[in-house]
DNA sequence: TATTAAATGGAAATTATTACCATAACGAAA
DNA sequence: TTTCGTTATGGTAATAATTTCCATTTAATA
């Protein structure tokens, strides 16, 4: 089984779990948009609209207040990230691994996203907010310019 | 001349000649927004509305849209930086130095804002950017959580 | 002062997201 | 399996922030 496979097992299980505890139902919508989104958009970030229409094709009586709620609700649960690059859509990704926490170079040309971790960073931000008597519970860094590829075609 | 008088006539240039060099035009609602923006907000991340009904207090003639207008203005001079967190709607905060660049710690429960630089988050985040040939413009960074307040609240 | 370009205010349009509601589907219990 | 209370769904209407439109006003400058 590849490591996709794997983890889409996991964040299965979460899922599953999750709707256990809180009561709620196991639905055929429910189960195309987790395979949609953990098949298709691992490592990828996408809007609610694209994942929708991309739904659509193959299953043309799903409803867009259904995908909505349900990235919600894979949020709830954590098996789903939500990520705001300023174009004033939310954009989701799933969770690869709780370890493999990272954040964004988003080129301003071409829109293309590029992924970073950085322990440096991320023991900074701890030390700032224990200085500062804040209890951190999560943060949201990115950056914003042009990429190499952008770059390069411009002085070309 | 108090610290912020001197900021205030500092940005008014700015403004002026940025208005003198695209050949817009110096208007009494413009004059009016400037003043009350950097009067009463420096230090504060002000929403368009809040800044808005501000100003109709003193000058009921002042249109919604010409507000967002001169935000807009002032962001394309570089005398305000916009900030969102994530409530859904932008905020303003004038520029007070181009040294004086901080990021925003924002309590979940009270929404209070705190204000932050680290001098080693930011080389770290150019040294990121050199690393992957990216021409870093502008980045983004807040902490969410618990404030020292609502902790302690908490706990009693 | 006359002319031209830009700005204004109010309202309508746009866009992402959420709420509503009548109907359908789920799942535990009988 | 049938029943029954609960939850989910899909379509649409509502909401909320921001932008656009446009007829009118205003500023700049010759
Ligand atoms: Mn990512
Ligand atoms: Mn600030
Ligand atoms: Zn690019
Ligand atoms: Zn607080």
New interface residues.
Partial sequence: MTPVAIRKMERRKTFNEYIAKKRLKSTKQRDIIFDEFFSNYMGKHVTVEELYEDIKKRHPFIGFATVYRTLKLFMECGIASER?F?DGKARYEPVRSEREHHHH?I??QCGKI?E?A?N??ES??NQ??KL?????????????????DC?AAKTA
């Fill in positions: 705001n300023g170079m080129c301003n590029y970073f950085n440096q960073v900074c931000l700032i907010a500062n008597e804040f209890q951190l519970t999560t943060h949201k860094l990115e950056i914003y310019g042009l990429c190499s770059k």
